[in-house]
């Protein structure tokens, strides 16, 4: 019987990845029932081989090797680990290997990226060129973070300031972090009232209000005054008003503007629908909190009121840096020339005239930007996550990459346009210190890979793959120096640089899970948009969902449902088929050309297959 790796390297040129069996089993016959057909309950049970992700064990010795291990265990939550074993296929995505990186770095005080853990990801090959980095003396450049006194004028962070101006000129909404959080059971509100006001009290960045001095906006940290959380009961109304009012209120929390220079910028409200059920909303101005803040504000509270429904005291350390230390940290690098090398690749990566996306717009661009927005969701095939986890594991990227690559073609297909930039969100949380922190962290990065010549997709996912780590690489910079760096033509129509973003949540969990509740997310619905398109990406569980939230100044809803369409038929073509040039990747279903909006079919740009499949489909 031929070996496990000899069958699945026969099958691997016969099937596409995500069809190659897991396991084989040898019979010499296969049992039958007494009528002649395959007996499906007699068939021996498939026994895979000895984890297909775990390489043998050959566990680590040195000292170097031990601390590597360690910290693989802390960030994948594993017990034991090979040096053989690879980062990646035990679960490890783009954010934990920025994560190891991050701990890495602190633990040795050497310049490891996340493309070294890209580059080599098994354990063993990472300790040894880790080994190597040390004995040449490679050291970070950069100024540690300290206690900024808080007698003087504290500068905002560069992603802050960008914020501010944008406010200062456009939609002050357009920039809300919103929630709702439906609560089943008993609540003991006084206990979640004491719980949230001791996440206001530790994080000073929810007291910070940013008044303008001169004309330039300086952080200042409010003292900490007793929280009050608003309660509303709406018990005594009809189901019918009540859901009527739940809306009306919930619209009056989450969507005014914020006043950045008097704040506060957390508004907060709890509903009482009936004596065991609640709504908790929320809402936050990005200027103080990304995604990642908000797992951390979750995480919190649930902690808090555990221990204090238990009249015990704060389990959670007290912080030893706060946000506006973090801002000036980041200023003083970047005086200090310590990024040079970064800012030098942006300037090599962007040089040349920047290409403006030429989506298919249903309406001509307003003169100043309108943030009004919309999301089209939409659900992948239960099909895809195989066959995209099997595609990452064969060429080495994250699902991060796969899908960001198939977005990219998805733009080409539409716009002609080979060279295209896609901003994507960074957490951008580079030491330990900052993991626990609230705070606007994440930093937009530019990503430009130019796809022209017709190439397979497997090739534009290898080029993404190598655009993206080299991005990742030089990611302290933020965005606004990037921007000053280039110094593309400005216009209140359009954002400079980046006008198309990809998002993949894939941030720390929000696990919020109070004692004796049941907690239910409600859905949000998206009333703004920052660019003009964003796909965004929520991977859980083996489920792909993903919406395309864009500007409704420009586009109509069956425009972006097309595009919708054809992403998700364009990405099961892809994963399947990557050795396909990706100007015959179809975009289309086999749909007869009356059942497609005529206008799309002028305004999207189908390849000469997809074509020839539409008339196919008309003449028979």
Request: with cysteine.
């Amino acid at each position: 019987f031929p070996s496990f790796h000899d069958l699945q390297a026969f099958l691997r040129l016969q099937l596409p990845s995500y069809m190659l069996p897991a396991a084989f089993v040898p019979i010499h016959q296969l049992p039958l029932t007494s009528n002649g057909k395959l007996d499906r309950n007699r068939l021996p049970a498939p026994v895979p081989p000895a984890s297909p992700n775990r390489a043998p064990c050959a566990p680590p010795r040195s000292p170097l090797e031990l601390l590597l291990a360690d910290l693989w265990r802390q960030i994948l939550h594993l017990d034991h680990l090979s040096l053989h074993d690879n980062f990646f296929a035990l679960g490890g995505d783009s954010i934990l290997a920025a994560k190891l990186a991050t701990r890495v770095r602190a633990a040795l005080d050497i310049p490891l990226k996340i493309k070294d853990i890209f580059e080599l990801p098994e354990l063993g090959a990472l300790a040894r060129r880790i080994q190597a980095g040390m004995l040449s003396g490679d050291q970070l450049n950069e100024l540690p973070i300290q206690r900024a006194p808080r007698n003087s004028g504290l500068r905002l962070s560069f992603p802050q300031q960008r914020l501010w101006f944008m406010a200062q000129m456009g939609d002050g909404a357009a920039y809300n972090i919103q929630g709702s959080i439906r609560l089943a059971g008993v609540l003991v509100t006084p206990v979640l009232q004491q719980a949230i006001a001791e996440v206001v009290r530790r994080h000073e960045i929810l007291r910070t209000v940013f008044p303008p001095r001169s004309g330039a906006p300086l952080q200042e940290i409010l003292p900490h005054k007793q929280f009050h959380l608003p309660i509303v009961d709406l018990s005594p109304l009809t189901p019918a008003a009540r859901t009527q009012v739940e809306t009306q209120f919930l619209s009056a929390i989450c969507e005014p503007p914020f006043d950045l220079a008097a704040g506060p910028l957390l508004r907060t409200a709890l509903l009482r629908a009936a004596a065991d059920e609640h709504i908790l909303c929320f809402a936050l101005h990005h200027i103080v909190a990304d995604g990642w803040s908000l797992s951390i504000l979750f995480r919190e509270v649930a902690v808090l009121y555990d221990a204090f429904g238990q009249g015990r005291p704060s389990p959670l350390p007290e912080l030893p840096v706060q946000y506006a230390d973090f801002a000036q940290w980041q200023r003083q690098n970047l005086d200090s020339n310590a990024f040079d090398a970064q800012l030098n690749y942006w300037k090599r990566n962007l040089s040349g005239a920047v290409p403006l996306i030429e989506l298919p717009l249903d309406r001509p661009r307003p003169p100043i930007q309108d943030f009004a927005g919309a999301c089209e969701p939409f659900e992948i095939s239960d099909t895809l996550p195989a066959a995209l986890v099997a595609l990452c594991r064969a060429e080495s990227v994250t699902p991060f990459i796969a899908l960001l690559s198939a977005f990219r073609v998805l733009l080409y297909r539409f716009t002609g346009q080979s060279d295209s930039i896609i901003g994507a969100d960074l957490a951008n949380r580079s030491r330990p210190e900052l993991e626990n922190l609230l705070g606007f962290f994440s930093n937009l990065l530019p990503l430009r890979t130019p796809i022209g010549g017709n190439p397979t997709f497997r090739t534009v996912l290898r080029q993404e793959r190598e655009s993206a780590l080299n991005a990742f690489a030089a990611q302290d910079i933020p965005f606004e120096h990037i921007v000053h760096a280039i110094q593309p033509p400005r216009s209140r129509a359009v954002n400079p640089l980046v006008q198309v973003t990809f998002a993949m949540q894939n941030l720390p969990a929000a696990e919020f899970q109070l004692p004796g509740l049941c907690v239910q997310p409600m859905p949000l619905k998206v009333q703004k948009s920052a660019f003009d398109l964003t796909l965004a990406i929520d991977a859980d569980g083996g489920h792909i969902r993903g919406s395309f939230i864009y500007k409704t100044a420009l586009f109509n809803p069956e425009t972006i449902a097309a595009i919708a369409e054809r992403y998700q038929k364009l990405l099961a073509t892809a994963l399947t088929r990557p050795d396909t040039p990706i100007d015959d990747l179809r975009l289309i279903a086999v749909t007869a050309p009356e059942d497609l909006p005529s206008t799309l079919l002028s305004k999207l740009a189908l390849s000469q297959k997809d074509l020839e499949q539409l008339m196919g489909t008309a003449t028979h």
